[in-house]
Every structure is written in C-alpha cells, then in structure tokens.
C-alpha cells in the first residue's frame, strides 16, 4: 500500500518537473542511486520492470527509501499489463508507468486510486488514455513520435493535458527548455542522468549534482 495519496503523487511530480528513470539489478546501487537522486531534489522516481525478479528489488528498495528518503515517492515503470501493475502496487509503487497504453492497467490502478502513466504516441491514444482516467500520459518515445513540437501540437486543440516527455530527454538547458516552453509537465530521465561510468566508479555526488542541476534548469524554464 503506497504512502502517498493520488493527488499527493501527481503534484509532487508537477511541482519537481523530473522522474529519473532507474534500473540496476544490484539492490544496494539502486538504493545510492535513490539516494544520490534524492540528495540532489528529486522526489518521484521511477524503478523500471526491466529485469527478472526486478518486483523484489523494488520491495526492498521501496522499504528502504520508506525509512531513508521519507519524502521519496517510488513507482514502477516499464508496466504492460494488469498481474504485473497489481504486483508492484501490493509492493507499495506508488504510480505506474507504462510504454504503452493496456486499458486493463487503468482498472487495475482506479481501483486502487494509484496514478497510470502510459505510454502515447499518438493524439488518440492519449485522448483513450484520459477516457480511462489517466490525468498524467506518456509521450512514447517522445524524440520519435514528433519531440517538443508534437506536444506544443498536442496541447493547442487539448490545453488540459498533462504530458510527460521520455526519451530523448537530456539535462542541458537547450534540451529541457524546449520540453517545458512546448508545455510539459514532467520528464522522464535515464542514462543522461546515470552514465554507466560514473555508476561503476560509485560517484554518488555526481549523480546529485546531475540531478540538481538538470531540477535548476527546468525550474528557469518555467520561468
């Protein structure tokens, strides 16, 4: 059962305009990285579905973080279907994250009052998505499916959408000023916040600083 309320979710999201999006196998790495991301501001993190028996890294990474990063509010990303969304919801994920759209993951998540986050390449999908009580969706894979001017398009005809960019996101100003100023409400972050050698070389502050700096640099861009 998550910490955070539904609504607490999706202003914390709105409010911080990041969600790094996280995968390691290691338990221990996850858990500095979390930390690293969380002593550099971040507040909403997404662990992905990525590997085999990723559900069990996320209880225990979700149990730390309850005891270690207080305000931490932990989802799970990478979900396509409803058996995998109730899982980690039972595991305490607080949102759920999708590359695509399942109409039976919205159910699953109304049901528990937890946010579903799919991903959407297109205008209908995203209009089918909102139908089925999605308030936050994905644009998937964002630097493919048209970047800042797809969702500048998006959110002319459709003003009450909430859109959160992922791939082809990086942390530099050029980058993320374009994603806001086209009107998004979040991104979604990867590898540019992780890079693989300064996880290998366990430089924790680098990752902070990364973090910080990518969180400054959105919150001009909102002006």
Known sequence: MSR?????????????????VF?????EISKRVLKACYDGGVRAFEFTNRGDFAHEIFGELNRWAAAECLE???GAGSVVDAPTAALYIQLGAAFIVGPL?????????????????????SVSEIGFAQEAGCDLTKIF?????????????????MPWSMLMATGAVEPTEENLAAWFKAGVTV???GSK????????????????DLCRRA????????G
Do not use: H
């Open 4 to 20: 955070f309320s539904k609504i607490e979710v999706l202003a914390t999201m709105k409010r911080t305009g990041m969600v790094p």
């Open 23 to 27: 995968y390691n196998a290691d338990v």
């Open 72 to 74: 931490m509010i932990l």
């Open 101 to 121: 759209f399942n109409p039976d993951v919205a159910k699953v998540c109304n049901r528990r009052c937890i946010p579903y986050t799919p991903g959407c390449g």
């Open 141 to 157: 894979p964002a630097g493919n499916v048209g970047g800042p001017s797809f969702v500048k398009n998006i959110k002319a005809p």
């Open 187 to 189: 991104v979604g972050m």
């Open 193 to 208: 916040l992780f890079p693989k050698e300064i996880v290998a070389a366990g430089d924790w502050q680098a990752v902070s």
């Open 215 to 222: 969180l400054d640099i959105i919150a001009r861009a909102r």
